[in-house]
Structures are given as C-alpha cells and as structure tokens.
C-alpha cells in the first residue's frame, strides 16, 4: 500500500540524514499529508523499541520485509489504527500478529510499564517535553526580514519584539520573535507549521534549526570571495553562505551523493542562488593547487557525522557500544581527512567546522589532532555570550543542545590561518609551542571575526592584552630573523 511504502522510504532517507522528516513528507507529494507525517512520525519515534520487537521475533527472516517497512507495518498494527493495506503483507503481519502482540508485553513487563510511551527512551520522552521552537531563517536573497515580518503579522502572528534572552525564545501560540544572535532568524512557537506557506514555496524563509545557520553565518565571508563548501547537499548552509555573499563572487559546493545533489541543485534554484557550481566529487579528491581554486579564501566544513545531536534521531541510537565505538572512530577519522585537506588549499583564510554530533571524538578531538598536524593555524573565539562551549580546554568553540540554547545539538569551530604561518612551519621551536591544545595556547586568536563583536566583556580584552604582550618578544626576535634573511637574500 503507497502509504507504508512511502512512510518506509522517508524513515530510511530521515535515518540517512537525508533530510528532516517533516520537509520530506512535504517535499512526498504524497496525497495524505497528514496522515503520511502523523504515521511517518509516530513510528520514528518508537522506531528503537519495533526495533527490539522485529529483532527478538526474526520478523524480517520470517517475511523477507525490509527494516523501515517492518517497522511501519509493525507500529500500525501494535500502536496505531490497526493495518490499512491487504494482500500479502497483511497475512503476513497477521501470521505474526500474536508473537509480536506477546514480545511487545514481554518488554513492559520486563521494564515495570504498563503504557507505550513509557517504553520510549529518555532521551525520547524529554524531547516531547522540550520541544526546540520552530526557526525561520529569512533568505536575503528574495526579500528582507521586515517583508517577512509584515508578512506574518498580515498572516495573523503577533511579533513581540527582539529576543534579549535565550528563554524570549520559548513561544506559544502565534506569537514570534527575532533572534537575538543571528540577524535573519525569527523564532515562532514550537508547533507552527510554515511547510505548505506560500513564502516557503517562493524560497523566502529557509525553515533551518538556528545551530545549523551558526556556520556560515560565523564564517561570514565577504560579497566577492572565494569560497568552498566541502561537504554541502541538502544545501541548506550553501544557499545562506550565498545570501551572505550576496551572490557575488564564486561558490564551490561538492558532495558525493548525486540524489542529494540534485535536491540541492533545486532547492539553490528556489532560493534563487546564482554563484555556485555544484560537482558531483570527492572533496578529498579535490586538488587543492588546482588554478580554479587557487583563490578561496574561506571554506566551510560539515561532514557527515553520527547525528546524535538530531533529537530526532536519538532513539535510533545501536545498542551495541563497541560497533558504535568503531562507528565513531572511522567518522572522527575521515572527519579529520576532511579538515587537513580543507587546511592545504593555497589562499585559505578561515575554515569553518562543524558537526550535528554531541559526541567529543568528533568536535574537540578531532580539532585537537588537526591543530597539532597543522601548526599554521588557531582557533578563533567565537561568539563570547553564547552559553554553551566546546569542552575544554577547547572553549573558543561553540556547543549548542536542546536544554541550553534550545536548537539540536551541534559544534562549530572556526579555524584562521596565522599571519605568519609560513614562518611557523619553518621555525621548528615555533612550531613546538603551536601544537599544545591548551587555553593559553598560542593556536588560540581571541577575537571574532569583524561582523561578530558582540558586546565586549572586560575579561576578554584582558586575555588578548596578555596574550599580545607575552608574543611581543617572539615578535621582536621574528622581526630581527626576518631583516637577516632579507640581507642573505639580497647578499645571494
Ligand atoms: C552533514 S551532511 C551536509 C549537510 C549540508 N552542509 C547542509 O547544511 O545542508 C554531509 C554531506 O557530506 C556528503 N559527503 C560525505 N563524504 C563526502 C566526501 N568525501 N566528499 C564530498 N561530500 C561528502 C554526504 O553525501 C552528505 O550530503
């Protein structure tokens, strides 16, 4: 029956990463689109316990189902309204109905529930209660963010001002507010749906979580760069690195994935982005020295990685430790490919980094271990009021997560290529004191880039005086070392 098939097929895209589930009911063309999301929806959530059922029960040995069918036939008959569909998968669910029925009363009684949802993982269950509010970033390459705004009060929303506070952000009802650290974001009640809004068709407003906006709008690079993005479809970073650029100027996007690239080629269309060039490649077969790229200046990194900031991808977590152990060491490891290559393009100024990951194997340390292999670069202070911090001693980094700025969980690092970096490769003793990853480490701007000066604290401007007065004397001596090259060089 279409509905389980087309349930089945975006679970397995939500489960890749390919996509959030609400945009992928939308972008179905799906007739019901109620009742496609309400049972798309449903069985993500509980998808960790049909898991376990399907798993202990052999189901998919005894059908030949797939995984994400199984679930859906299995959530519809267990928890929902009962199967829809006849034919074959109907007798087959039916055959089995009764030792499913059982292994589902078997797990609550095995963890003292009586009800479904107490079945759910914490995890799951608290993101029921902390629902993130629905974010709206306002694509500045169709109109402005008071059009929009108008808009939506015309539309009946009550607008209540700038956000001061994170808490400003939690809205009920038709209320909304604009952001208080990202200039083109407006933040409405958790429930609003802007899906079938015809200025979300028109590609006016981007519905993109705010941590996930955090990247480009960090790496801010000016109308007329050159810029890259390493690992880009759906896109969604790429249309806002292009709003940002205001289409001028020159945008690489690669990925591997040809579907996802065509999604992304479509939705830059819609978004009516004009300075890209997509490619269909490897980013880490992309050669660096090659004359096309010989002039980008900022690039922006996100790889893949587990997930495991996504709320809605939490449940799905493997139970088994070690195979999630290797998982996360093979990610951290191509992670880090990504960044040392990203590191050799000639004319890099700023590389942005970031992760929908909660997990430190791949934020701190993988950014640890690339510090260390690359002495020319540090890291840059990001954003000195926003509350969550990479973890230490990495706090120039930024965390974001549910409960303390209310957006998914993610990670974001911003690396700079040191003035004199040319120099630091070849002074070994300079090179030493660069690969220490520690608070006071000289792989450590403090600063922002010009565009993020928040309101300075007093402290900070402490540390960069510090900071400047103990390099002055490396300053002197580098200054000394440079004229005496200099007279080798004329007297050669
Ligand atoms: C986290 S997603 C990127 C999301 C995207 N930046 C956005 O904001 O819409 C990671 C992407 O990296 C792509 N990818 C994985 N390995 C790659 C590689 N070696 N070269 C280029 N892209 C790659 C995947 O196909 C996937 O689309």
Same mark, same amino acid.
Not at 115 to 130: K, M, T, V
Not at 163 to 177: I, M, S
């Given at each position: ?57 052999? @189901? ?6 797939? &995984? ?5 036939? +299995? ?52 993101? *029921? ?6 974010? +709206?970033?306002?694509?500045?390459? &169709?109109?402005?963010? /008071?059009?929009? &705004?108008?808009?939506?009060?015309? =539309? ?10 994170? =808490?400003?952000? $939690?809205?009920?009802?038709? $209320?909304?507010?604009? *952001? ?18 015809? @200025? ?19 790496? $801010? ?35 591997? =994935? ?5 999604? &992304?080629?479509?939705?830059?269309? %819609?978004?009516? +982005?004009?300075?890209?060039? @997509? ?9 660096? *020295? ?42 951290? !490891? ?9 590191? %050799? ?8 980094? !970031? ?10 340390? +993988? ?10 670069? %540090? ?40 003035? =004199? ?38 402290? /900070?401007? @402490? ?6 007065? /103990? ?6 001596? %580098? ?14």
């Amino acid at each position: 029956m279409a509905l389980y098939l087309k349930a089945a097929q975006i679970l397995e895209k939500a489960e890749k990463k390919q996509g959030a589930l609400k945009t992928l009911v939308y972008d179905s063309k799906f007739s019901n689109i109620k009742q496609l999301f309400a049972l798309a929806c449903e069985t993500q959530k509980y998808s960790c316990v049909l898991q376990q059922i399907i798993e202990s029960t052999k @189901l998919l040995k005894h059908t030949k189902l797939k &995984m994400p069918l199984a679930k859906v036939l +299995v959530y519809d008959l267990l928890m929902g309204q009962g199967l829809k569909c006849g034919g074959s998968w109907k007798s087959a669910m039916m055959k089995h109905r009764p030792r499913l029925q059982a292994e589902l009363a078997r797990m609550k009684v095995r963890q003292k529930v009586s009800r479904n949802e107490d079945l759910l993982p914490a995890s799951a269950q608290q993101s *029921d209660q902390h629902q993130l509010p629905r974010y +709206v970033r306002v694509n500045t390459l &169709m109109t402005t963010v /008071e059009d929009v &705004m108008d808009c939506m009060k015309r =539309d009946g929303f009550t607008y209540l001002g700038q956000a001061v506070r994170l =808490d400003n952000l $939690n809205l009920k009802g038709k $209320n909304f507010v604009r *952001d208080l650290h990202l200039p083109e974001l407006l933040a409405f009640s958790p429930k609003t749906d802007f899906h079938d809004h015809f @200025l979300y068709k028109a590609g006016h407003i981007i519905l993109q979580d705010k941590a996930s906006c955090l990247p480009a709008h960090l790496l $801010n690079p000016p109308p007329g760069s050159h810029v890259l993005d390493a690992c880009a479809a759906p896109g969604n970073k790429t249309s806002h690195l292009a709003a940002i650029m205001k289409n001028k100027g020159r945008l690489f996007a690669f990925d591997l =994935d040809a579907k996802r690239l065509a999604t &992304m080629s479509t939705l830059l269309l %819609r978004a009516g +982005v004009t300075c890209h060039q @997509l490619a269909n490649q490897d980013f880490l077969k992309v050669d660096p *020295d090659c004359p096309q790229y010989k002039d980008v200046e900022y690039i922006l990194l996100d790889p893949s990685c587990s997930g495991s900031g996504m709320m809605c991808l939490r449940d799905n977590a493997p139970a088994d430790e070690e195979k999630e152990e290797a998982r996360l060491a093979s990610l951290a !490891s191509f992670q880090l490919r990504c960044l040392n290559h990203g590191l %050799r393009f000639p004319r890099l100024k700023r590389l942005v980094y !970031s992760t929908c990951s909660i997990h430190r194997q791949e934020n701190e340390e +993988v950014i640890a271990a690339c510090l260390k292999e690359n002495p020319g670069f %540090r890291l840059v202070r990001l954003l000195p009021q926003w509350p969550e911090r990479g973890l230490e001693p990495l706090s120039q980094c930024l965390r974001a997560s549910v409960t303390t700025t209310l957006t998914h969980g993610f990670f974001v690092a911003l690396l700079e290529k040191h003035k =004199d970096a040319e120099r630091v490769k070849n002074t070994p003793g300079v090179q030493k004191s660069n690969v220490e990853v520690t608070p006071s480490d000289s792989s450590v701007v403090e600063g922002e880039p010009a565009a993020l000066v928040e309101n300075s604290d007093p402290e /900070e401007k @402490l540390t960069s005086a510090a900071a400047e007065t /103990e390099t002055s004397p490396n300053k002197k001596k %580098r200054k000394k070392r440079k004229n005496k090259q200099k007279t080798t060089e004329k007297a050669d």
